[in-house]
């Protein structure tokens, strides 16, 4: 019998490397899935952005408009100041 509790065992920990390996392998895919969603998503943005500053240099989009939207929604001063809106106050 102990010859096949050692194979028991040997197999055993085999399968667990195994599991392991396999977990790893799965973890690396979804991180690499969520770099590249994450580069996609960067990418739209970016394109989106163009759009929509050719559409105010071509005078098809109002930049009033654009820079009301702007100074809505930018919290953050160095985000604000990329586009010269003043500091928000802290309440």
Do not use: Y
Not at 40 to 59: Q, S
Not at 84 to 89: V, Y
């Amino acid at each position: 019998m102990p010859k096949f509790d050692q194979q028991i065992t040997t197999l055993q920990d085999r399968l667990t490397l195994l599991k392991l390996r396999q977990a790893r392998a799965d973890a690396r895919k979804l991180a690499m899935n969520t770099l590249r969603e994450r580069k996609r998503n960067t990418r739209r943005k970016i394109l989106i952005g163009e759009l929509i500053m050719a559409k105010v240099k071509e005078g098809q989009m109002d930049s009033v408009q654009l820079h009301n939207w702007l100074d809505q929604g930018l919290a953050h001063s160095d985000d604000r100041a990329l586009f010269d809106l003043s500091a928000r106050n802290k309440l």
